[in-house]
Each structure stands twice: as C-alpha cells, then as structure tokens.
C-alpha cells in the first residue's frame, strides 16, 4: 500500500521560511515524478512545484518561483520543498503528490498546514 507522508508545516511570520518533506513508501518509485500542491480555504487545489525522477527537471508555478525549491533523495523516497520568503497568501495546506512520467498523479498524502501570518 502506498502512503505518503507530509511534514514540516506550522505558524510562520511573513518574511520566514519553511521545510516541506514528503517520504514515500509501499513500492518502488523509480521513474516516478514527485510533486507538490496546496489548497487555501474555499479554493482549489493548486499545483506549486514538480521534479522528475533523476532530479534534473523541475517546475514551479509562477507565484513561488524564486521562492521556493523542490528537491528529492531518491535513496529514501523522500521529497522536499524549501519554502523562503513566505507571504500571508501562502498560507494553505500543502500536498505531496506521485506518479508515473505521463501518467498523472496517483498517489496523495493527507497534507501539512502552512499559515503565514502578516
């Protein structure tokens, strides 16, 4: 059974920073993309930052780019996301998401709550 599990979420002041991680287990994953999204109160969920499986291709959405960084140690399955510079409209709770290249993501952990206060 495949479980992912977020941490690192909390409370941090406008300006702060946090680390995200996401470790993965249940099966193998190699070839998998790895990824994450947050959703705010009352609206959808948002896609943030994705990596590939080498590490080598990563893409953020336009609000966090220069701000945050996706990174992962495929030795243990684990996925981070360094988060600077946090603005009060990053305040959500944020996914971790896999799948295979091409294929969607199929796999969701239950998420990490992140409030930035002004």
């Known amino acids: 059974q495949v479980q992912l599990v977020e941490s690192g979420g909390g409370l941090v002041q406008a300006g702060g920073s946090l680390r995200l991680s996401c470790a993965a287990s249940?099966?193998?994953?190699?070839?998998?993309?790895m990824a994450w999204f947050r959703q705010a109160p009352g609206k959808e969920r948002k896609f943030v930052a994705a990596i590939s499986w080498s590490g080598g291709s990563t893409d953020y959405a336009d609000s966090v780019k220069g701000r945050f960084t996706i990174s992962r140690n495929n030795a243990n399955n684990t996925v981070y996301l360094q988060m600077n510079s946090l603005k009060p409209e990053d305040t959500a709770v944020y996914y971790c998401?896999?799948?295979?290249?091409?294929?969607?993501?199929?796999?969701w952990g239950q998420g990490t709550q992140v409030t930035v206060s002004s």
């Open positions: 249940g099966r193998t994953f190699s070839g998998y993309r």
């Open positions: 998401a896999t799948g295979p290249n091409g294929a969607g993501w199929g796999y």
